[in-house]
T-cell receptor
Framework: GDSVTQMEGPVTLSEEAFLTINCTYT??????LFWYVQYPGEGLQLLLK?????DKGSNKGFEATYRKETTSFHLEKGSVQVSDSAVYFC???????????FGTGTRLQVTL | NAGVTQTPKFQVLKTGQSMTLQCAQD?????MSWYRQDPGMGLRLIHY???????DQGEVPNGYNVSRSTTEDFPLRLLSAAPSQTSVYFC??????????????FGSGTRLTVV
């Protein structure tokens, strides 16, 4: 079945550092790929998405490119801020019911 | 404000008790789902619905029931609570198949503790 593998956290960075959170997936077809973010005490919010190979999703300075050849969707940001501290989930959606399959989440802590 | 509303936000149950977690959305979304979030395990799908009157099981359905009598509401019922059901529960909704490509909208969650 479908699965998503994320790098384990927590990831601790200083403000203005470069961020990469790795995500790889296994799927039988051509899934849509997502990054969701969860701030402390809140639900999940869609951060960005990509629906086909080579698409680049971007939002709030975050980017991720759908790489079918490596089955990856790594999240990047050039300069993180303290306000980016959260848990980040990679997810895919496939099939007629388009259910979401999530990775285990990566906690990001940004310090001054 | 439009969105997904979950109630209650917090609940403590005794083992064997039953309860219903409420979920309502006002966006006329076809798809609705229930997930549970446990440390180190991400979110796992409990049940989902692709429209009123249609429900199906997800990855971890045991111990839970759902129904979808209206487009707006998708309650999750715990039949006989067990400590293993201590978790944070999220309801999510999306427009149909094409809309899922735009991502799901999540509620703020219900934190359930079973003692």
């Amino acid at each position: 079945g479908d699965s998503v593998t994320q790098m384990e956290g927590p990831v601790t960075l200083s403000e203005e550092a470069f961020l990469t959170i790795n995500c790889t997936y296994t799927a039988t077809g051509y899934p849509s790929l997502f990054w969701y973010v969860q701030y402390p005490g809140e639900g999940l919010q869609l951060l960005l998405k990509a629906t086909k190979a080579d698409d680049k999703g971007s939002n709030k300075g975050f980017e991720a490119t759908y790489r079918k050849e490596t089955t990856s969707f790594h999240l990047e940001k050039g300069s993180v801020q303290v306000s980016d501290s959260a848990v980040y989930f990679c997810a895919l959606s496939e099939g007629p019911a388009s259910k979401l399959t999530f990775g285990t989440g990566t906690r990001l802590q940004v310090t001054l | 404000n439009a969105g997904v509303t979950q109630t209650p936000k917090f609940q403590v149950l005794k083992t064997g008790q039953s309860m219903t977690l409420q979920c309502a959305q006002d966006m006329n979304h076809e798809y609705m789902s229930w997930y549970r979030q446990d440390p180190g395990m991400g979110l796992r799908l409990i049940h989902y619905s692709v429209g009123a009157g249609i429900t199906d099981q997800g990855e971890v359905p045991n111990g839970y029931n759902v129904s979808r009598s209206t487009t707006e509401d998708f309650p999750l019922r715990l039949l006989s609570a067990a400590p293993s059901q201590t978790s944070v529960y999220f309801c999510a909704s999306s427009r149909g198949t094409g809309g899922v490509r735009s991502g799901y909208t999540f509620g703020s969650g219900t934190r359930l503790t079973v003692v």
